[in-house]
C-alpha cells in the first residue's frame, strides 16, 4: 500500500491507501484543506483538534442535507412512477371501451 505524506492544516501527516488511490486521496486532502482554511478564517485561535472536530460536523451536516434531498427525490420519484402507473391503467380501460364498442358494430 502506498504511503502518503500530506499537510493538513499546516501539520504533516502519512497515511496508507489502496494502490491506484493516490491521486483521489490527495485530491481529498486538498478539499479538506479548502475547508479548513474557511474555519481558520472564522476561528483562528482554535487548535487543530477543534479543526478537525468543526469540519467534520460541518461534513456531517452536509451528509445529513445531501441524505434528505435523496429521500425527497426518491419519494417524488416513486409518486411520479405511481402517477404514471394510475395514467397508463386509465388509457388501457379507455382502450378496452373502445374495443368493445367496435366489436358491438
Given at each position: 500500500m502506498p504511503v502518503i505524506n500530506a499537510k493538513i492544516a499546516g501539520n504533516e501527516h502519512s497515511f496508507t491507501c489502496a494502490n491506484g488511490e493516490e491521486e483521489r486521496f490527495k485530491s481529498l486532502v486538498q478539499k479538506l484543506n479548502v475547508r479548513l482554511d474557511k474555519i481558520i478564517k472564522s476561528n483562528p485561535k482554535a487548535n487543530e483538534i477543534?479543526?478537525?472536530?468543526l469540519a467534520c460536523l460541518l461534513m456531517e451536516d452536509e451528509i445529513d442535507d445531501l441524505t434528505k434531498n435523496k429521500a425527497l427525490q426518491?419519494?417524488?420519484?416513486?409518486s411520479t412512477d405511481e402517477t404514471i402507473?394510475?395514467?397508463?391503467?386509465?388509457?388501457?380501460?379507455?382502450i378496452e371501451k373502445l374495443a368493445k364498442k367496435v366489436e358491438l358494430m
Open positions: 477543534r479543526l478537525l472536530v426518491l419519494n417524488n420519484a416513486s402507473v394510475n395514467t397508463i391503467d386509465s388509457i388501457s380501460e379507455y
